[in-house]
């Protein structure tokens, strides 16, 4: 149990800590380079830290590394990730505030995924949540208004 819960917040630590080192590089990214180019360094990197935890990293026995188990979700991580690295340098490039420019797509994202969870997954909103939603969208109103 005291396992679950470290992993619980140490999750998210990871995520906040990596989204906020994320958005300092893209936006500290210099203009001048070809987007592309940097992605592959970026990839480059990525997939030479992937490998070491890969080779560092045995939870469980029964995790297996095949081709052949892997489902399309993969695939599709990749061209998202692509995506995302491609749009949010673009986004700093033509002059979205680091501030703004993050808050509107994460908030974005968070209000399209309500549907998806709920209807996909079967989570359930409850009412207080509302609450939140509406704060949310009124608050992506609030940024439009300016």
Request: a positive charge; hydrophobic letters at 50%.
């Given at each position: 149990?005291?396992?679950?819960?470290?992993?619980y917040?140490a999750?998210?630590?990871?995520?906040?800590?990596?989204?906020?080192?994320?958005?300092?590089?893209?936006?500290?990214?210099?203009?001048?380079?070809?987007?592309?180019?940097?992605?592959?360094?970026?990839?480059?990197?990525?997939?030479?830290?992937?490998?070491?935890?890969?080779?560092?990293?045995?939870?469980?026995?029964?995790?297996?590394?095949?081709?052949?188990?892997?489902?399309?979700?993969?695939?599709?991580?990749?061209?998202?990730?692509?995506?995302?690295?491609?749009?949010?340098?673009?986004?700093?490039?033509?002059?979205?505030?680091?501030?703004?420019?993050?808050?509107?797509?994460?908030?974005?994202?968070?209000?399209?995924?309500?549907?998806?969870?709920?209807?996909?997954?079967?989570?359930?909103?409850?009412?207080?949540?509302?609450?939140?939603?509406?704060?949310?969208?009124?608050?992506?109103?609030?940024?439009y208004l300016?």
């Open positions: 149990m005291k396992d679950k819960l470290i992993l917040y999750s998210i630590f990871i995520i906040v800590f990596s989204n906020v080192l994320y958005h300092i590089s893209q936006k500290s990214t210099p203009k001048g380079i070809n987007p592309f180019f940097t992605l592959l360094i970026t990839y480059i990197t990525a997939t030479l830290i992937t490998a070491l935890a890969l080779i560092l990293y045995h939870p469980d026995k029964s995790e297996t590394i095949s081709l052949r188990d892997l489902k399309w979700t993969s695939f599709a991580l990749g061209f998202a990730v692509v995506g995302l690295e491609v749009g949010y340098l673009l986004a700093y490039r033509s002059g979205w505030n680091i501030s703004i420019g993050s808050l509107v797509s994460n908030t974005t994202v968070a209000l399209l995924l309500i549907p998806v969870g709920v209807l996909m997954y079967g989570e359930s909103i409850a009412p207080i949540k509302l609450i939140g939603i509406i704060f949310c969208m009124i608050g992506l109103l609030l940024i300016r």
